[in-house]
């Protein structure tokens, strides 16, 4: 905490077989780091709740991220060619930033400190997606809207972004919308998607059917004002109800 700068992120991973003088320990590298963001592996204080394998939102207001491996392993291993695809890599990128989220995503180097072909790989697909798409997941915001089967939902500012993966054909109807519909486009060749809102429901009309994307596309929907749900929507179902 006192040679090398600026730390931003403290990352505690196993503390076997107990914490690490937690509360001593922690206040002490937030004296040396007053900024520091701290994970919730060595107790109180950490400002960060974190699951492995898994994507498990934190309660809204909780920073958090999901931290995934791009095959089974989190180091090298030569025998496990059970290697995610680049839509996977989106599917759990969209999921983590629709809850407000941030994906650690794992790569495992060889022995010599290069990256598998097969990581890189993915990576490589899954960044030209985000170079196109990118503007619904940085400072993106907790979405309103919950799932569906079509793909996931991100927001930030007036916008909703429509991430379809699972293709609906020509027409998607976007339920249980609030705010009045002001455009609809495709992130990143910016072409006008036509619409039509008939009360609490959005429709899209001519949508590329197959996909233009072989990973997923993007429908950027303005809104006046913060998007919303009509009921809000807390659970699987759509709508759903406080679980009690």
Not at 90 to 112: C, F, R, W, Y
Not at 152 to 169: A, D, E, F, M
Request: charged share 20%; with cysteine.
């Amino acid at each position: 905490m006192t040679q090398y700068g600026r730390i931003d992120y403290l990352w505690f991973d196993g503390c076997i077989p107990s914490n690490l003088q937690s509360v001593e320990a922690n206040e002490e590298m937030l004296r040396l780091q007053p900024h520091l963001l701290i994970n919730e592996r060595n107790g109180e204080p950490w400002h960060v709740q974190i699951s492995e394998q898994s994507i498990k939102p934190a309660a809204p207001g909780v920073p958090w991220e999901a931290c995934m491996t791009l095959n089974e392993n989190w180091g090298y291993h030569s025998g496990d060619t059970h290697w995610k695809q680049p839509l996977q890599v989106i599917q759990m990128l969209t999921e983590a930033a629709s809850k407000a989220g941030n994906l650690l995503l794992n790569v495992g180097p060889k022995s010599d400190g290069t990256i598998p072909t097969e990581s890189a790989n993915v990576i490589r697909k899954a960044g030209a997606w985000l170079k196109q798409n990118g503007e619904s997941i940085y400072n993106s915001s907790r979405s309103p809207f919950t799932w569906n089967n079509w793909g996931r939902v991100t927001t930030r500012g007036s916008k909703i972004y429509l991430h379809i993966w699972n293709s609906p054909g020509e027409e998607l109807c976007f339920a249980e919308l609030k705010k009045r519909v002001r455009s609809a486009r495709v992130l990143g060749s910016g072409v006008n998607v036509a619409f039509e809102q008939k009360g609490d429901r959005l429709f899209l009309y001519g949508l590329p059917v197959p996909l233009s994307d072989p990973i997923a596309i993007t429908v950027v929907v303005e809104v006046d004002g913060e998007p919303e749900a009509i009921t809000p929507q807390t659970s699987f179902w759509i709508p759903g109800e406080p679980v009690t």
